[in-house]
């Protein structure tokens, strides 16, 4: 079946410009995470959506990020006023699994969106 | 706080051969779960091996073992008879503690393993 999907492949922004990051799931996953990639560094999470419902933006870095879910399927990760150290790679995983402390919850990922901005 | 150290930034290796790329973990959860992740030059995350705390015995996956050692904290991928495929950016994972209903992951660094035929 199909994977994780991700739009754009490639963002180059202006500083200041807003973007908007696309994820389509692997269907009837239920859960869905954004991590964020630097260059050469290991992807570090952004937040978690389970269902529709935003459970973790603990790790979103300025309140110019935001991230939605609203029919509990395709996300939208937004920046606002993009600056340099935004430059990255935006990852979208899914899962299955609501979260437990035994067993597999693999996370799917998509292939990201880099961004870079100028 | 939970830690995943991938302490070779590039290994290589010839074609046919095995490697083993090195992870060592931190944390105190005694449930925890290991992944192991190929990133290709596409960018994608290929999901290639699981380890839960739990299980007696090294997982298992085609050319893919992983050398689970609790006692040291340790949890290495063995890739055996490599192909020049093969040759990507590896992340080891740990699955953070079940808390408010989800378990996030947290990577290492990476270790870019390079295939030379």
């Known amino acids: 079946g199909a994977g994780v999907s991700q739009s754009p492949r490639y963002k180059v922004a202006k500083r200041g410009q807003d973007v908007a990051l696309r994820c389509d799931p692997i269907?009837?996953?239920?859960?869905l995470f954004w991590y964020q990639q630097a260059l050469g560094q290991g992807p570090e999470f952004l937040t978690y959506?389970?269902?529709?419902?935003?459970?973790?933006k603990s790790g979103l870095p300025s309140d110019r990020f935001f991230a939605e879910r609203p029919e509990g399927s395709v996300s939208t990760l937004k920046i606002q006023r993009t600056q340099q150290e935004d430059s990255a790679v935006y990852l979208c995983?899914?899962?299955?699994?609501?979260?437990?402390?035994?067993?597999?919850?693999?996370?799917?990922f998509g292939p990201g969106t880099r961004l870079t901005v100028l | 706080a939970q830690k995943i150290t991938q302490t070779q930034p590039g290994m290589f290796v010839q074609e046919k051969e095995a490697v083993t790329l090195d992870c060592t973990y931190d944390?105190?959860?005694?449930?925890?779960?290991l992944f192991w992740y190929k990133q290709p030059s596409s960018g994608e995350m290929i999901f290639l091996i699981y380890?839960?705390?739990?299980?007696?015995q090294n997982a298992t996956e085609g050319r893919y073992s992983l050398n689970f050692q609790k006692a040291r904290k340790s949890a290495n991928l063995v890739i055996s008879a490599s192909q020049l495929g093969d040759s990507a950016m590896y992340f080891c994972?740990?699955?953070?503690?079940?808390?408010?209903?989800?378990?996030?992951?947290?990577f290492g660094a990476g270790t870019r393993l390079a295939v030379h035929p």
């Open positions: 944390t105190s959860d005694p449930s925890y779960g």
């Open positions: 994972a740990m699955r953070g503690p079940f808390s408010g209903g989800y378990n996030k992951l947290i």
């Open positions: 995983a899914s899962s299955d699994a609501i979260g437990r402390d035994r067993g597999t919850d693999t996370q799917y």
């Open positions: 380890q839960g705390s739990y299980d007696q």
């Open positions: 269907s009837g996953h239920v859960s």
């Open positions: 959506f389970q269902n529709e419902a935003q459970l973790d």
